[in-house]
């Protein structure tokens, strides 16, 4: 039984943005104000950022517009080098990426729910997180349907708080434009700009693929599946900077140093103290989404791989009624439990952004190899700027990785080591298809 197209334009696009924005930009600009103390590199860098995240929404818009199923990169990687690179995307996909973002996204929820739920200790926290866990997949077990007017919601009310921040920030009168003059630029290195300031924002902008992952369930996905990657970065492109421009008039970059709850420091300086608790409500929402996006995007690489036999064949399930791959998120929900309760939040970020730009960058170069390898392929959707375009993506990615690899090494090379271990089960289902 297939699944159900079922998503349009709309859904699509509101998927990329639900799944992008998430605590993020609200917490990141503290950090980057310690790092960059001009506003116009503080601004810039977030342009900047969103500038590489939008050559990877063009470059994976060809990808996907080539193979509009769902997958994403397992799909893209599988083509270019062969079964084998799909096996070990959707091997580390499976067992680590998918539930451990899960895994941090609801301990992440719990957090920011401290402010209307007091927590006893962190088992209680743990337990609230297994219940955020078991409550989207129950939403995404029921159907795709209902799962997307769930994270329409949720994205929709984020926006609409963060437009009133900026909307009302900027008409406030209550900041200065005299925050962004400078008297003199400070030469910034590349290495200062390009490091860890650039890694934090491109993790912000983490997510932007997502509707490639869902490609069985879009509508028209040749046309629809192209144009949600680059709406949907664009508008969380603009959002980022015009946020960031409010931060700035509402307080004094050097102000910002050190500063972990940006938003909620910005809101009461503009507005006051109930706004900043509506504020914490756009951030639980945002980070809602990000759930509910993710927990419907990781199911289905698990059916894809089922689909062409590299994994239990039962994967590739739907529901009778409900028309979702059940057995995916059944299986999703419990090793995500399971992360909640054995990792740590730290501990679980390493795992899962290192492998994630690692993916992101071998797809990246699959967009180039299959452009010379196959240039015959039909694409309704051609990237443009192209080469310089999907060059400027992955080298962009290759230096952020090596940022990340450089300052964590131990546990990026634990990452590359738990993506290779599926080697072995995959030329033992290799062999074993053979056998057939």
Known sequence: MPLKRSLNLFDATLLVVGNVVGAGIFTTSGFLAGELDSPLLFIGVWV???????????TYSEMSSMFPRSGGDYLFLKAAYGPWAGFLLGWVSFWIIYPGSIALLSIAAVKYFKGFIDFTDVFSEKVAALGVIIFFTSLNYRGVRLSAKALDLCTIGSAAIILIL??????????????????????VSFSKLFGSSMVAVIFSYSGWFTTTYVGDEIKRPERNLPLSLSIGTLIVMAMYTLLNIVYVYAIPVSNLKGVINVGQFVAEQLFNHHFAQVVSSAIFLAIAASINATVLAGARIPYAMAEDRLIWAHFRMVHPTYGTPYIGLLFQMGLACLFVVAETFDR????????????????????LLMRWRMPLLARPYRTWGYPFVPLFFVLSYIWIAGQVAFSNPGTSLLGIAITLSGIPFYFYTFAGKENK
């Open 48 to 58: 900047i950022g969103g500038v590489i995240t939008l050559c990877g929404a063009l």
């Open 166 to 187: 900026i909307i009302g920030g900027l008409v406030s009168g209550k900041g200065s434009w005299r925050n962004f003059s400078f008297t003199e630029l400070e030469p």
């Open 348 to 367: 679980l970020l390493s795992y899962v952004v290192f492998i994630m730009l690692l993916s992101s960058i071998g797809s990246g170069l699959a967009h």
